[in-house]
């Protein structure tokens, strides 16, 4: 792959996550269904995919690292409930937005829970996300239902960054691909027992919106950002992946007329300025590893990409 394939590569995958909450809005089901469906969906794709580049995905993942990915995928399926709650009570953009916190709580749980010391621009960073969120809050009465779904959407960021502080004790150790597939299987086993009745009633229409959920916003487009990061650095990378809120506000904007208020942008812009900002300070720390660990390195970073 060319670096003007890998540009291309890497924009579609940021189109495609962007797509999450559009899907999320038009299947007609609860959000433990469409997260099944999706899961589902997204494991034959990633399986079949597996066994035609390289080993098999179970003979790929043994022992302690089997625990670290069931427990990831526990924390991933609650990330996925969670922003397809927010996308139904709050709407597309509310429910990105809210997603976008995420790196405060990274970075909270770098410094009180693996005990890493944070940098003055990390505190930077956090202190960005919550004057953004402050922003983007509609009310501060939960009897709002905006307020209502961006406190869900706020949960979904809060799940995810648990997820990414989980998956780096396996980052590096096994294919990111191999990664996605356990932790999509882990989704599907611990949400099918409470989708099962719904997924039943599904008709073909939603069935449609779940497959390509599934196969283009999940494995198609975690193939596309682990192919194109092989070619580009991670300071590249991160800046297109940061477009994703983007593009799932104007998705929602010409789909479903949700048109944020003036003070939600503003807000947002200021959650996306960090988001690229704490990209950047990761790309800074790739290029300070060893050259021989800069490749793995690169498809470790891929693999914590939001999951949104």
């Known amino acids: 792959m060319t670096r003007s394939q890998a540009l291309v590569a890497i924009h579609i995958a940021a189109v495609l996550f962007g797509l999450t909450g559009i899907f999320g809005e038009l299947i007609q089901a609860d959000a433990t269904v469409i997260t099944a469906g999706r899961a589902g969906f997204a494991v034959a794709a990633l399986w079949l995919f597996g066994r035609s580049a390289g080993p098999s995905v179970f003979r790929a993942v043994r022992g302690r690292n089997i625990a670290v990915l069931i427990t990831a995928g526990a924390m991933l399926a609650i990330h996925w409930v969670t922003f397809f709650i927010a996308v139904k009570v709050g709407g597309v953009a509310l429910a990105t937005l809210g997603f976008a916190s995420f790196p405060a709580f990274i970075t909270l749980g770098e410094h009180f829970v693996l005990k890493e010391r944070a940098s003055r621009e990390e505190w930077l960073i956090l202190a960005m996300v919550t004057g953004g969120l402050l922003l983007v809050t509609p009310s501060f009465d939960f009897a709002n239902q905006a307020t209502i779904g961006l406190a ?132 800074d720390d790739t290029q300070a590893v060893k050259p021989g660990k800069a490749t793995r390195r690169a498809k470790s970073t891929a693999s914590e990409r939001p999951c949104a």
Not at 167 to 196: D, M, S, Y
Not at 231 to 251: D, K, Q, T, W
């Open 152 to 283: 869900w959407a706020v949960a979904s960021g809060f799940s995810f960054a648990l997820f990414t502080l989980i998956n780096r004790k396996v980052a590096g150790q096994v294919p990111a691909q191999h990664i996605a597939c356990w932790e999509n299987f882990v989704v599907l086993v611990v949400t099918l027992p409470f989708a099962g009745t719904g997924l039943m009633h599904l008709d073909a229409l939603n069935w449609l919106w779940v497959a390509l959920l599934g196969v283009f916003c999940t494995a198609l487009s975690h193939y596309l950002l682990v192919a194109s990061m092989m070619v580009l650095n991670a300071r590249s990378a991160g800046i297109v992946i940061a477009l994703e809120p983007v593009y799932a506000i104007v998705f929602a904007a010409i789909l479903f007329a949700q048109y944020p208020s003036v003070r939600a942008l503003i807000g947002g812009a200021i959650m996306i300025a960090a988001i690229v900002w704490s990209g950047l300070r990761k790309a």
